[in-house]
């Protein structure tokens, strides 16, 4: 089953504006990671925060995380039509002692930045 | 690029048949980890091994089965294809004990006809 729940599943915006995208989860987590994937092909890395960080910037990433809700957001500013992408949300589990770091991913947010 | 290799890219085969998928990790990785990503299933772990061993089982079914060698590199073995089985298998992987984050490789496509 699906930990990860991106709200909305479908984002389509104007280059330069700015792309939020959301993500809710079911159980505790060791951190929560963001992902892009552009059609068909692999996924690649954009972030991690960790279950005790509230917020986390990379370039024109950024993302929070609200550990009370269970929810954390990826803000994409000044969106590019490079970025058009689908973008994961993955939660990595509470670490029980071994090295199982397996992610669990949501089904995705299709965000597309038209020129 | 990850760093992470797949072979191959594309595989198209017929139901019953017998494949394989390889996944060479990356430099000084332990940790190999599989995933299907299927349209109606979305992207769900099967199996991880760290440093040769099996560590973390998801959703992998019995007709599948994974091992990772000594000098790292893994292979996803998938037995008695179904036509549900196409899907895009990906190799991750991770250092562990540095880091959570896993690299992904490119994926190999699986059509079953």
């Known amino acids: 089953s699906q930990q990860g729940e991106e709200d909305p599943q479908a984002l389509s915006i104007q280059e330069g504006e700015n792309a939020t995208m959301n993500c809710s989860y079911k159980?505790?987590?060791?951190?929560l990671q963001w992902y892009r994937q552009n059609s068909g092909r692999g996924l690649v890395h954009l972030i991690l925060?960790?279950?005790?960080?509230r917020e986390k910037h990379s370039g024109r990433l950024r993302v929070t995380l609200d550990t009370s809700k269970k929810s954390s957001s990826l803000l994409i500013t000044a969106s590019r039509a490079a970025d058009t992408a689908s973008y994961f949300c993955?939660?990595?589990?509470?670490?029980?002692?071994?090295?199982?770091?397996?992610?669990?991913f949501g089904k995705g947010t299709l965000l597309t930045v038209n020129p | 690029d990850s760093g992470v290799t797949q072979t191959p890219k594309h595989l198209i085969t017929a139901t019953g048949q017998r494949v394989t998928l390889r996944c060479s990790p990356r430099?000084?990785?332990?940790?190999v980890y599989w995933y299907q990503q299927s349209l109606d299933q979305g992207l769900q772990f099967l199996i991880q091994?760290?440093?040769?061993?099996?560590?973390a089982k998801g959703n992998i079914l019995e007709r599948f089965s994974a091992q990772q060698f000594p000098d790292l590199h893994s292979e996803l073995n998938l037995s008695s294809l179904e036509l549900g089985d196409s899907a895009l298998y990906f190799c991750?992987?991770?250092?562990?004990?540095?880091?959570?984050?896993?690299?992904f490789g490119p994926g190999t496509r699986l059509l079953v006809l």
């Open positions: 159980t505790s987590i060791n951190n």
């Open positions: 430099s000084g990785d332990l940790s």
């Open positions: 993955a939660t990595g589990p509470v670490n029980s002692g071994g090295s199982n770091y397996k992610l669990t």
């Open positions: 991750a992987s991770s250092v562990e004990g540095v880091q959570e984050t896993q690299y």
């Open positions: 091994y760290y440093n040769g061993e099996e560590r």
């Open positions: 925060i960790r279950s005790n960080e």
